[in-house]
C-alpha cells in the first residue's frame, strides 16, 4: 500500500497537479470507509489507520488529506461523511471543516434487482440541509453514469450499467429535472456566500419539525434556511415578520433573508424524457440504421477442451483457482458405469445435488444441458438439485462455475470466495443411499476454449456460416458485422431475444448482459414520494422487467464502415432479435405553480432583485431543436406528471393558445404563470400550469 500510494503521489508531484504547486488538486484521500468494517478487524484496526495516516502526511504534499467515514481519524486527516444525508454530521475536531464527499444521488444496478432511483426533490433536500448546518463542502457520488465495461463490474451482481440516477445519465445526457434542480440550488447556495463564508449558522425552532438557520455576517449580509422536517404535513411559518409557505420535506433558501428565490420541493427545472429508439436494419448505406451482416457462430465445447486443464481431488475454490482471468472454470468428472452399478438398478430416480458458493452454474450431464441455478446480490449461494439419466459405460458431468463481478467491500472481502464449495451428491438410489462425489479426482479448465482462441477479437477462421445458424442453444459465440447508427446520439445494443453473456465491439468488452434475469413483477415498484427519509429501497423501477436490457456502446469504439460484433451466449437466445438503439429525449416537461419562486436564471447574482412572478421555462435538449408540438398543457388543477398528465376539473381555456404563441418553433420560451397571462378558470385555489411538448 505504501509503494503503491507513493507512487501515485510522486506522478502528480511530477506533474505539478497539487495546489501547492500551482496545479488543481486541492485534496487527497487515503482509505476509503475502513471505518464502516473497522470493528470487524478488532485491535489490529485503529494500529492501521494510525499507521495510513502518518503514512500518508509524511509524503508532503502541501494540501489536507481526508480519510472518508473514519470517525477516528488521527490529526490532522479530516474525517469525512459519505451517505444519502449528512447534515447531522460533525467531524471529530472543531477544527476541522464539515465535508461530505460522498452524496449518494442514487444507487446502483444489481442483476435480478429492480432498478433504483432517488427523486430530485430529496436530493436537494439533502445538499440544502447539509449547508444549512454549516457544510462547508460537499461532492456527488455520482454525478456522471457510468458503464461496468468488460468484466470490470463488481458485488457481485452489480450490473454492467452504473447510471446511478446520477444528474448527467450514463449516456452523456442530462437527466432532468435532477440536474436542473440541482444546478438552481447550488446558484441559490452561491447566492448566500458572503453571509455563509463570514459568519456561523444559527439555528432556531419555529415549532415542531420546523427550523430556521441565519448567517448573520457583521457586514450587514444574511441569509437564512428555512426548514419543514416534517414527512406529511405542508405549513407556513412566520420568519422576520413575513410568511413563508413551506411544503413538507423541504428547505427554503432565502440569500437576503427576506425572499424566497429557491424551495427544494418546487421543481422550476423542465422535465426530460429519455427512451431508447430502435434503430431499423438498413439495406444500403444511406439508411440512418445500423446495417448488420449475416450472422456466424462457434459452439463452444462441453467440458474440457484445453491441454492446459489439470486434474486434483476435491472441489477447488473458484477464484484463486482462476486468478480472476475469466468468469468461467469446468469442473469435470468421468464416471465408468457397469449393467450392475446400484446408480443403474430399477428404482433408482437419481438426482445430482450440487451446492456452490456462487455465481451462476451450469450442470452438462454427457454433453447436454441438465440444469442451471444462479444466485443474487442478496444471496450469491447456489443449490440446485438436476434429475439426471446415467447409462451402461462412460458418463461425463461437467459443471460449469460463472462468477458475476467480485465482492468488492465489506470486512474480508478479499476472502469471499466463489465456486462449487460441496456438497456434490448423486442421490435417489433405490436402496436410499448417496454417491458423494465431492471428494473425486476432478479435472478443471480455467476459462472457455474461445476465451483462449481470443474470438472475442472477430479474427479467427474459425467462425462457421453453414449450414443454419443456431440458436437458443447454450454455449454458443455469434458474430456479426454492422455499420454504425447515423447521427450523434448515444448508442446502445438491445439484448431482446438473449439470455446470458458478453458482448465485444471491435475488440473492446461492452460487459456482461443478462435480459433473461427478469425482475419480480410482485416486487416493490411503486409510485414514489419523494417526503421522508431516503434509502436504496424506497423508490424502485422495473417490476417484471429485465434489470438491464440495453449495454452502451460508446460512440468513440465505433467506426466509418464496417464494426465487429462478437457475442458470447451462456445459456442459449437469438441473435437475430438483437438490435441498436440511441439514447433520445423524447419529451420536454415542465409543471410551475402561482406559489413556486421565480426561476434562478431570473435572479442577478450580484443583487437581488425582486421578481414576484413565477415563470415556466420549456427548452428543448438540443440547440437545434424547436418546439414543434404540444401533448399537453393546462392551467387549472392538472394531475400527474410528465408522460401522464391528465386534466382536472379546474382549466383554463386560455392556456393552450398563449402557450403555443410563446413557444411555437422556439428552441426555448418562457410564460409567467399568473392568472393576468393565462386566465382565471376557478378563484380560490392555487393553480398550476403543467405543459408536455415534443421538439425536432
Excluded at 506522478?11 to 500551482?22: I, P
Aim: with cysteine.
Amino acid at each position: 500500500m505504501e509503494r503503491f500510494t507513493t507512487k501515485i503521489v510522486d506522478m502528480m508531484k511530477q506533474n505539478n497537479l497539487y495546489a501547492s504547486q500551482g496545479g488543481p488538486i486541492i485534496l487527497s484521500q487515503i482509505e476509503n470507509e475502513y471505518g464502516n468494517v473497522e470493528s470487524s478487524y478488532g485491535e489490529r484496526a485503529k494500529p492501521y489507520i494510525d499507521w495510513a495516516a502518518q503514512m500518508a502526511t509524511s509524503l508532503n504534499i502541501g494540501v489536507p488529506w481526508v480519510m472518508c467515514q473514519q470517525g477516528d481519524a488521527p490529526d490532522p486527516m479530516i474525517n469525512t461523511c459519505n451517505g444519502f444525508y449528512c447534515d447531522q454530521f460533525t467531524p471529530n475536531s472543531d477544527q476541522k471543516p464539515k465535508f461530505w464527499t460522498e452524496l449518494w444521488s442514487g444507487w446502483f444496478t444489481s442483476w435480478g434487482d429492480p432498478v433504483p432511483y432517488r427523486p430530485a426533490e430529496d436530493v436537494a433536500f439533502a445538499v440544502a440541509r447539509f449547508y444549512q448546518n454549516n457544510g462547508t463542502l460537499m461532492n456527488y457520488y455520482m454525478y456522471h453514469g457510468g458503464t461496468n465495461f468488460g468484466r470490470t463490474s463488481g458485488g457481485p451482481f452489480i450490473s454492467t450499467s452504473y447510471d446511478y440516477d446520477a444528474p448527467i445519465d450514463e449516456y452523456g445526457l442530462l437527466r432532468q429535472p435532477k440536474w436542473g434542480h440541482l444546478k438552481d440550488l447550488h446558484k441559490a447556495i452561491k447566492l448566500c456566500e458572503e453571509a455563509m463564508v463570514a459568519a456561523f449558522g444559527n439555528t432556531t425552532s419555529l415549532g415542531q419539525n420546523l427550523e430556521v438557520t441565519v448567517y448573520q455576517a457583521e457586514s450587514g449580509s444574511c441569509a437564512a434556511f428555512l426548514a419543514n422536517l416534517d414527512n406529511q404535513l405542508d405549513t407556513t411559518v412566520n420568519f422576520n415578520g413575513n410568511s413563508f409557505d413551506l411544503p413538507a420535506w423541504s428547505v427554503s433558501i432565502l440569500p437576503d433573508c427576506k425572499n424566497v428565490v429557491y424551495n427544494t420541493a418546487k421543481v422550476n427545472s423542465i422535465t426530460g424524457i429519455s427512451k431508447f429508439v430502435k434503430q431499423l436494419a438498413q439495406t444500403n448505406s444511406s439508411g440512418n440504421g445500423a446495417t448488420f451482416s449475416s450472422w456466424s457462430w462457434y459452439s463452444e465445447p462441453v467440458g474440457i477442451s484445453s491441454s492446459n486443464a489439470f486434474v486434483l481431488p476435491g472441489l477447488l475454490e473458484q477464484i484463486n483457482t482462476t486468478a480472476d482471468k475469466s468468469d468461467y472454470l469446468w469442473y469435470s468428472l468421468s464416471m465408468g458405469l457397469n449393467d450392475n452399478d446400484p446408480l443403474l438398478r430399477d428404482g433408482s430416480q437419481i438426482v445430482l445435488h450440487i451446492d456452490s458458493l456462487g455465481h451462476v452454474l451450469y450442470t452438462f450431464i454427457n454433453g447436454k444441458l441438465a440444469g442451471s441455478g444462479k444466485g443474487s446480490a442478496k444471496n450469491t449461494n447456489v443449490s440446485i438439485e438436476v434429475p439426471v439419466s446415467l447409462e451402461p459405460g462412460n458418463n461425463t458431468i461437467d459443471l460449469l462455475s460463472v462468477t458475476v463481478g467480485l465482492k468488492n467491500y465489506g470486512a474480508f472481502f478479499d476472502e469471499a470466495g466463489a465456486g462449487i464449495c460441496g456438497p456434490v451428491q448423486l442421490k435417489g438410489l433405490s436402496n436410499g443411499s448417496t454417491v458423494d462425489l465431492s471428494n473425486e479426482q476432478w479435472t478443471y479448465q480455467v476459462g472457455l476454449k474461445g476465451e483462449q482462441l481470443e474470438l472475442s477479437s472477430g479474427s479467427s477462421a474459425l467462425w462457421l456460416s453453414e449450414p443454419t445458424l443456431p440458436k437458443n442453444t447454450p454455449l454458443t459465440w455469434y458474430k456479426t458485422t454492422f455499420s454504425a447508427p447515423a447521427g450523434n446520439s448515444p448508442v446502445a445494443i438491445d439484448f431482446t431475444g438473449m439470455g446470458k453473456g458478453h458482448a465485444w465491439v471491435n475488440g473492446q468488452g461492452i460487459g456482461r448482459y443478462w435480459p433473461s434475469n427478469v425482475v419480480d413483477p410482485n416486487g416493490y415498484c411503486t409510485t414514489c414520494n419523494y417526503r421522508g427519509t431516503y434509502d436504496q429501497n424506497k423508490c424502485l423501477a422495473n417490476c417484471g422487467k429485465p434489470s438491464q436490457q440495453q449495454n452502451h456502446v460508446p460512440r468513440s469504439w465505433l467506426k466509418q464502415g464496417e464494426n465487429v460484433l462478437v457475442l458470447l451466449e451462456e445459456v442459449g437466445g437469438d441473435p437475430t432479435m438483437i438490435s441498436f438503439v440511441t439514447r433520445e429525449v423524447a419529451t420536454v416537461c415542465s409543471r410551475v405553480s402561482e406559489s413556486y419562486p421565480p426561476p434562478m436564471d431570473l435572479w442577478s447574482s450580484n443583487y437581488l432583485t425582486r421578481v414576484i412572478k413565477p415563470t415556466l421555462l420549456l427548452e428543448c435538449p438540443s440547440p437545434s431543436q424547436v418546439i414543434s408540438q404540444f401533448q399537453f398543457v393546462s392551467f387549472g388543477n392538472p394531475h400527474g406528471g410528465c408522460g401522464g398528465f391528465t386534466h382536472g376539473r379546474c382549466r383554463s381555456k386560455r392556456a393552450r393558445r398563449v402557450i403555443h404563441k410563446a413557444c411555437m418553433g422556439k428552441p426555448r420560451c418562457s410564460i409567467e404563470v399568473t392568472v393576468e397571462n393565462l386566465g382565471n378558470p376557478c378563484a380560490n385555489i392555487t393553480k398550476s400550469l403543467a405543459v408536455e411538448a415534443s421538439c425536432s
